[in-house]
């Protein structure tokens, strides 16, 4: 997949920057329970998508479904080979990070140790992925890679992309060659 095609997959310029407005890392709790939210309804629809219509598909992605948690969605969507290692061990990491600024006020924040050490363990895209991301980067906000909430924003947006286009796009051929990694 080009560049130019990826780019089709995400939604206009302005929807775009309402997502990277969204993810403002000045508001943390926000940022960090958005993005996880973006990201986990992204795996709901690879999902629907993959599921034979039915209840069975309804109860597995239903309220207290198996498909339900987050985590359930990402580690099916990697057991079947539908995302990359990069982009599980990313999901997992956001998923982590979102349980603890929800459940815990101490950790309300990208400075606490235990969130920035999470968003420094976060991989950054390369190849085409990155290409896309910074075409479409809004030029007035500014990437700071050192900054842990800048990092969150960029990689959950990263793996927001990267699912989005899965759903659109991936066929079985491209899932088993490793033709689709977006991550390189």
């Not at 926000?30 to 993959?50: E, H, R, T, Y």
């Not at 140790?113 to 190849?127: N, R, V, W, Y």
Request: glycine share 6%; aromatic share 8%; proline share 4%.
């Amino acid at each position: 997949m080009t560049v130019e095609q990826l780019g089709m997959i995400i939604p206009d310029g302005a929807a775009f920057r309402f997502l990277v407005q969204m993810l403002s890392p000045d508001e943390a709790v926000k940022c960090i329970v958005v993005g996880a939210s973006f990201i986990d309804s992204q795996l709901d629809q690879l999902f629907a998508n993959a599921l034979i219509e039915g209840e069975t598909a309804t109860r597995l992605l239903g309220f207290r479904g198996m498909l339900d948690e987050l985590m359930n969605k990402a580690d099916l969507a990697y057991c079947l080979g539908f995302i990359t290692k990069t982009c599980y061990s990313n999901i997992k990491l956001i998923a982590e990070i979102r349980n603890k600024a929800a459940h815990d006020f101490r950790h309300s924040t990208f400075l606490t140790d235990l969130i920035s050490t999470k968003c420094e363990q976060l991989k950054l895209p390369a190849g085409r992925l990155a290409a896309v991301l910074d075409s479409l980067w809004p030029v007035d906000m500014p990437f700071l890679p050192d900054n842990p909430g800048h990092k969150y924003r960029k990689v959950a947006l990263a793996v927001f992309i990267d699912l989005a286009a899965l759903t659109k796009t991936q066929t079985r051929a491209e899932r088993l060659t490793g033709e689709r990694d977006l991550w390189r």
